[in-house]
């Protein structure tokens, strides 16, 4: 079992930054997928970034140029620079891992960061 604790999570200004962490209670390393979604109210959960075991990544339109994903496994830890943010990225942003083996595939989330965008 694989337990992901996500933080960052904050109150900040249209046009600022955060960066949010993931730290798992495992290695990563053999995650096929590991990303960040997030929900908004009265929004369906979204796919914010991926990033692939061979380190492909893969955004969502809305955040193009603007967030970057990253993974270092060697801290077990995944990584989702957010600059210019803008108020329609406020949401609860979750960390998500999947892992495909011979077993078949398996998901896990964290609990979830606020991240909240206003002036």
């Known amino acids: 079992q694989v337990q992901l604790v996500e933080s960052g999570g904050d109150l900040v200004q249209p046009g600022g930054s955060l960066r949010l962490s993931c730290a798992a209670s495992g290695t990563i390393s053999s995650m096929y997928y590991m990303g960040w979604y997030r929900h908004a109210p009265g929004k369906q959960r979204e796919l914010v970034a991926r990033?692939?075991?061979?380190?492909?990544?893969n955004y969502a339109d809305s955040v193009k140029g603007r967030f970057t994903i990253s993974r270092d496994n060697t801290r077990n830890t995944v990584y989702l620079q957010m600059n210019s943010l803008k108020p329609v990225d406020t949401a609860v942003y979750y960390c998500?891992?999947?892992?495909?083996?011979?077993?078949?595939?398996?998901?896990?989330w964290g609990q979830g960061t606020q991240v909240t965008v206003s002036s």
């Open positions: 990033i692939s075991i061979r380190n492909n990544t």
């Open positions: 998500n891992a999947v892992k495909i083996d011979g077993l078949g595939r398996r998901e896990y």
